[in-house]
């Protein structure tokens, strides 16, 4: 299983660009990185999913290296309702317990 | 709109009770799962379920264990309760078709936050 490590925390500021890296050394092949949003009170809910390259929705973007050992989870503009906590989550793509959550980052926006 | 629902939000026991953790899913998802978070360690897996009566230990299974009569049903259970429970409980779901939970988007309830006294 590909162990993941992220920032605790991070600040920011209404309208600027916040990007969050999740690391995760000895992902496998098999394996792909999704990230996940949770707001107090309330469960993780799905953002994005990649593999490599760059994915990009409505919500965010997402950045892999060609060697994929990190992903860069990029909120463009936030706002004061994008504060919460980021988990990125690397798992196999296939079944059985190959997945992972990281410990999450709080991201707190300030107007 | 899918859903996962969750008995409680707010759960207080005593020590040595036997605690009931219920979720339910509208999805039709064959793939089931106890979370616990706690500050500073995330989401850890205690219990999936791939199918009806089908279980597998997770990462910290020890003090719980589960149940699923009903492919839409799937219950945690804290034989004894323990003030170290004492913690923010999630279900999630996922489909089981194209890939596993690995890869498919779970979907989570509200959480149960539980304290033991």
């Known amino acids: 299983l590909a162990k993941t490590t992220q920032p605790i925390s991070m600040d920011s500021y209404e309208g600027q660009e916040v990007n969050i890296t999740c690391s995760h050394n000895?992902?496998?092949?098999?394996?792909?990185i999704t990230w996940y949003q949770q707001f107090p009170s309330q469960g993780p809910r799905f953002i994005i999913q990649?593999?490599?390259t760059k994915v990009t929705n409505e919500v965010a973007s997402l950045f892999i290296p060609a060697d994929r050992k990190s992903s860069t989870l990029s909120l463009p503009r936030v706002s004061l309702s994008d504060t919460a906590v980021y988990y990125c989550?690397?798992?196999?793509?296939?079944?059985?317990?190959?997945?992972?959550f990281g410990p999450g980052t709080r991201l707190s926006v300030l107007p | 709109d899918v859903k996962v629902t969750q008995s409680s939000r707010y759960l207080v026991k005593r020590t040595g009770e036997k605690v009931f953790l219920e979720c339910v899913q509208d999805?039709?998802?064959?793939?089931m799962f106890w979370y616990r978070q706690d500050p500073g360690l995330g989401l850890r897996l205690i219990y999936f379920?791939?199918?009806?009566?089908?279980?597998e230990k997770g990462d910290i299974p020890e003090g719980y264990s589960v149940s699923r009569e009903k492919k839409e049903r799937f219950s945690l259970i804290l034989e004894s309760a323990s003030t170290n429970q004492t913690s923010m409980y999630l279900c999630?779901?996922?489909?089981?078709?194209?890939?596993?939970?690995?890869?498919?988007?779970?979907?989570f309830g509200p959480g149960t936050r539980l304290t033991v006294l």
């Open positions: 999630a779901s996922t489909t089981g078709l194209a890939g596993g939970p690995g890869y498919n988007e779970q979907f």
């Open positions: 000895n992902i496998a092949t098999n394996d792909y």
């Open positions: 990649g593999y490599k």
């Open positions: 989550l690397v798992g196999d793509v296939n079944y059985g317990q190959n997945f992972v």
């Open positions: 999805m039709d998802h064959e793939n």
């Open positions: 379920s791939y199918d009806v009566k089908m279980k």
